[in-house]
């Protein structure tokens, strides 16, 4: 097994930098640099040196195999935080036998490879390292704190308990069978079905938020589109014009609004064109908008748009008018746009709030599996006697699925797509 190491912190100047080693020849490498290895979990100041020369003066945090994050040897060195002290300590580790620079996400993998995480938890790691909003923090936290984790274990338990009943049964085939089991394993399992159905509906809220919502403003040209996204993202991203047919690619600006990650998007405004550019534009303005999260229509909706209850219609140039409307906004005065931001907020909020504790595509995937399992097993419990064997296998292959969520099995399948969006140094 290497000796891995990686800058912890992030490259370039800052205060303090961290790299991080861990491995079988951890601490006799922080003995070579610094003389000693300190008391675990100490933070101790040492000065390094590679070959007679001072690299710096360093805090030395150690900690011991089966007590570290990784669960092996690990060895922390907060330095100076200049590219030529890190360099110089990377540079003197790379010498040392047995070691070498970390892959993305390998102290980590050795993490889930020691059973200091499950795959789960991992998942929800990545995400936190990832986070932005304060929405997309509290959800990654949830998971990485292992909830799915502990819910594994309680449905592993109820459809254990499922196959024993079932099985329980079997050795009785052709004497008098003790008592029916069958009310309470239908009972156990279509429980279960039924809670994995709700955790699979909260999947697509849960990829949304990790992947930010989209909002698109829509409406005819000249309503104002442009300069209602300029006023949100307080800068002018959108070219605006008097001229009708002024925007014609989609435009992006990410925001954070209550903290949900929101990408509002600009479109081409809406109308019957004889311009094959133009044309080309509301053709894209009508798909981005039909499936994004939620659409803010300036004034009257299309025939291409598919609008939702939820969508919000408003009154564009608000202040041109001389009587009050119902949902007035001016990209100009600015009226309307905290209410828009509220409205936004409470629509995209509740659905969050919706979201459980599957929270991946991948989760998604398992549960659908686990899903079907428990519809077949349900049908041959409903066949009465004599399926007795397929109920339990079909109970079994359940517990296989839920299982893959925590990655009892089935790890490394998924462990390359995981890895690959973790930085170096996790
Ligand atoms: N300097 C530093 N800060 C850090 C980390 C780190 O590795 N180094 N972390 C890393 O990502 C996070 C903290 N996570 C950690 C998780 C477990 C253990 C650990 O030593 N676990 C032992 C002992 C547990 C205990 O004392 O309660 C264990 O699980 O056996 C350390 C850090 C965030 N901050
Ligand atoms: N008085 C007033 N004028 C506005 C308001 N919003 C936009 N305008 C003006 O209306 C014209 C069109 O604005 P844009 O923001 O470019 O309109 P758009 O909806 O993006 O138009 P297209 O990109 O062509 O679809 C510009 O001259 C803006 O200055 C508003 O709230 N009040
Ligand atoms: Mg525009």
Redesign the pocket.
Known sequence: MDTIFAL?TAPGRAGVS?V?VSGPRAWEICRLLAGDVPAPRRASLRRLVSSGVVIDEALI?A?SA????TGEEVV?FQTHGSPAVVGFLLKTLSAQEGARVAEPGEFTRRALENG?LDLAEVEGLSDLLTAETEAQRRQAFRIFDGELGRQVEIWRSKLLRSAALVESTIDFADEEVPENVSPEVESLLRSLRNEFAREIEGVAVSERLRSGFEVAIVGPPNAGKSTLLNRLAGRDAAITSEIAGTTRDVIEVRMDIDGLPVTFLDTAGLRETEDVVEAIGVQRALDRANQADLRVVLGVASPGLKLEPEDLVLIPKSDLLDEAVENPISGVTGEGVTDLLEQISAVLGKRVSQAHLATHLRHQEALQIAVESLDHALDYLALESGLEELVAETIRAAIRSVDALVGRIGVEDVLGEIFRNFCIGK
């Not at 089966?66 to 994050?69: I, K, L, N, P, Q």
């Open positions: 912890a961290v991080r945090l900690f089966g007590e570290s994050f922390e200091r």
